[in-house]
């Protein structure tokens, strides 16, 4: 059985491509197929896992156009568009051309009025047109949706079986909800009354912060009776923030203790320029970073830790054990065995498939960015 999720909120800055790509990294980890759907031409999560937007020539855009247009071309351009970043988690990026796919949705809407033609086709609904030849091959299918483009986004739910609304702790995020959910209740009406809400994930929540408090409580209150509300809100961490960036995911961590995440080494990254022309493998000290980065996330989560900086200190006893290649996926556990002060050690060790990769102990010290 598949299950299609669309991550959705009309604000920004509240972790939805950091939430999307997350849950799809969790999910692979459980052996689930995954396919990634980049819904906004801004391109974040297409970049997250790695790739530059601007550099992909098959993206979703040509997915829409074609079951707008050339319905007969669309299983020609599927295999095109899929980039396979292993063998459980898969993307369909975008770019800015999804732009334009999105202006010609509305055309198409206009024309039909927002009602089926004769074929039964309508603009709310290419891209659930897009998804059915895709669902025999995947358990999940994850999409994360933009702001601008709201065509964009109710093609998502109209295609989803639920979605997830993560919200930032901040009292203004939380005023996004009704607006998401006013969208939801139409698209139920009209176009996919099998639509649940999954919940609402508060994210970006920080323990000690009366305000993050606060809004917990309130959106418990005001939503709890009618919505699920997840028990445990995504904490604050500048670590997991910049995880993205790198083309990381956290997938758990216990702060101060422990910290596993992932690593999806795609053949876009910069370093197989150079390292080797011909051969490409990961360098070991960037599998060394990957590792001190998921540690920096078990310590810098700690209460009193917020905000501080986490600086290597040194490495020991690092041995490498197996090549690193495009496609692989890294899964780095990093446990703090020893802290005195400001200065810790973590155990760390990089898996692909099940075979070890990497080990090391990794020294840090963790300073004050304003001393």
Known sequence: ?????????????????????????????????????????????????????????????????AAIDYTEDLELHL??????????????PANRRLSDAAARLQVMQISQCS??????????????????????????????????????????????????????????ASEGIPDVLDMVRSVQKHFNPDLKIAGILLTMYQSRPQLCKSVQ?????????????????????????ECPMAGMSILDYEPGQWAIGRKCVSRNEEFFCGHFPG???????????????????????????????????GIKNARFRKQVTPGDVLTLHCELVEQHGPVGVGKASAWVDGKCAATAELTFVLTDPNA
């Open 1 to 65: 059985m598949n299950t299609i999720i669309s991550i959705t909120n009309q604000k920004g800055g509240v972790g939805k491509t950091t939430t999307a790509l997350n849950l799809a990294s969790a999910l692979a980890g459980e052996n689930k197929r995954v396919l990634l759907i980049d819904n906004d031409p801004q391109g974040n999560l297409t970049a997250s896992m790695g790739y530059t937007p601007a550099e992909q020539k098959h993206t979703l855009a040509n997915l829409l156009l």
């Open 79 to 92: 295999p095109r568009c899929i980039l396979h970043t292993d063998g459980k988690l898969d993307l369909i």
């Open 115 to 172: 009602v089926a033609n004769e074929s039964g086709r309508c603009a709310e609904k290419m891209l659930a047109q897009v998804l059915e030849a895709l669902l025999d091959a995947y358990d999940y299918i994850i999409i994360d949706c933009g702001l601008k483009q709201e065509l964009l986004t109710v093609n998502a739910l109209s295609a989803s079986d639920y979605c997830i609304i993560p919200v930032q702790s901040h009292f203004l």
């Open 217 to 241: 409580q309130s959106v418990r209150e005001i939503y709890g009776d009618d919505l699920h509300v997840f028990d445990r809100p995504i904490e604050y961490t500048i670590r997991i923030a």
């Open 279 to 313: 051969q490409p493998v990961m360098p070991g000290v960037l599998i060394l970073e990957a590792l001190a980065q998921t540690g920096a996330v078990a310590a810098l989560s700690l209460p009193e830790n917020k905000g501080k900086l986490a600086l290597f200190g």
